[in-house]
């Protein structure tokens, strides 16, 4: 994989001496790749990513794995906050309605697995932007293809299952996945559907209760990680 240097004035030292345990996914939602390039790259913006992936499959790096990049502001995940210091921004040029495109996709393939293998980051580690943020974010949104990532074991996918829909179960079990919560149960379930069913609409239904129970069985949030 060739990587192109192109810096960003937009980082500083992780905090409390933190290392990367989470890779964030994230969209530019601009349409011109150049414009997202240069804001990433524009002091006055004070945002930027360690990695930004071209829709013709160029990748350029903008910040250090080892540094804190600006990527993606307020938020938790899975009890954990300073989102920052404890992760790898990755931008993907994207409007946000597009399909993906295959070279950038392809580029992904190889370096998520070469993040995750440098820094020990498990399957439960690579999210979106919205899985952080529930309330505020919705990239990389609902054309990002998940399952092609989850075919390979870069991310987690859950099996099926249905199960009676209940509203405090849905969040208790989102919780112990490691959603934050306190958006409420619709900002939640838009974000879980976002995800693991990105066409569904409507009240909550069995299938989405089936999804969050076993994510919750299966990847439990391991509670000394929670915050003190």
Same mark, same amino acid.
């Given at each position: 994989?060739? =990587? /192109?240097?192109?810096?960003s *004035?937009?980082?500083?030292?992780?905090?409390?001496?933190?290392?990367?345990?989470?890779?964030?996914?994230?969209?530019?939602?601009?349409?011109? *790749?150049?414009? &997202?390039?240069?804001?990433?790259?524009?002091p006055?913006?004070? #945002?930027?990513?360690?990695?930004?992936?071209?829709?013709?499959?160029?990748?350029?790096?903008?910040?250090?794995?080892?540094?804190?990049?600006?990527? /993606?502001?307020?938020?938790?995940?899975?009890?954990? !906050?300073?989102?920052?210091?404890?992760?790898?921004?990755i931008?993907?040029?994207?409007?946000?309605?597009?399909?993906?495109?295959?070279?950038?996709?392809?580029?992904?393939?190889?370096?998520? *697995?070469?993040?995750?293998?440098?820094?020990?980051?498990?399957?439960?580690?690579?999210?979106?932007?919205?899985?952080?943020?529930? !309330?505020?974010?919705?990239?990389?949104?609902?054309?990002f293809?998940?399952?092609?990532?989850?075919?390979?074991?870069?991310? #987690?996918? *859950?099996?099926?299952?249905?199960?009676?829909?209940?509203?405090?179960?849905?969040?208790?079990? /989102?919780?112990?996945f490691?959603?934050?919560?306190?958006?409420?149960? /619709?900002? #939640?379930?838009?974000?879980?559907?976002?995800?693991?069913?990105?066409?569904?609409?409507?009240?909550?239904?069995?299938?989405?209760?089936?999804?969050?129970?076993?994510? &919750? =069985?299966r990847?439990?949030?391991?509670?000394?990680?929670?915050?003190?």
């Amino acid at each position: 994989m060739q =990587i /192109a240097s192109c810096p960003s *004035p937009n980082y500083g030292p992780r905090r409390d001496g933190l290392r990367p345990s989470l890779i964030v996914l994230h969209y530019t939602a601009m349409p011109i *790749p150049d414009e &997202a390039m240069e804001r990433l790259c524009s002091p006055e913006h004070e #945002v930027s990513a360690h990695y930004l992936l071209h829709r013709d499959g160029r990748v350029m790096q903008m910040v250090n794995e080892d540094m804190r990049a600006w990527h /993606a502001g307020a938020g938790t995940w899975r009890g954990q !906050d300073d989102i920052n210091s404890r992760s790898i921004g990755i931008e993907i040029d994207n409007d946000g309605s597009s399909p993906f495109s295959e070279p950038q996709l392809a580029q992904l393939d190889q370096l998520l *697995p070469e993040i995750m293998q440098r820094w020990s980051i498990p399957v439960e580690g690579v999210i979106g932007h919205s899985d952080m943020a529930p !309330d505020r974010k919705t990239d990389p949104g609902r054309r990002f293809p998940w399952s092609r990532f989850a075919r390979q074991n870069l991310v #987690v996918w *859950p099996d099926e299952h249905t199960a009676t829909p209940d509203e405090a179960r849905f969040l208790s079990h /989102a919780a112990e996945f490691g959603y934050p919560t306190e958006a409420g149960c /619709a900002a #939640v379930l838009d974000a879980v559907r976002q995800r693991f069913r990105p066409w569904a609409h409507g009240p909550m239904d069995a299938r989405d209760m089936g999804i969050i129970a076993n994510l &919750a =069985i299966r990847f439990p949030v391991d509670r000394s990680e929670r915050i003190a």
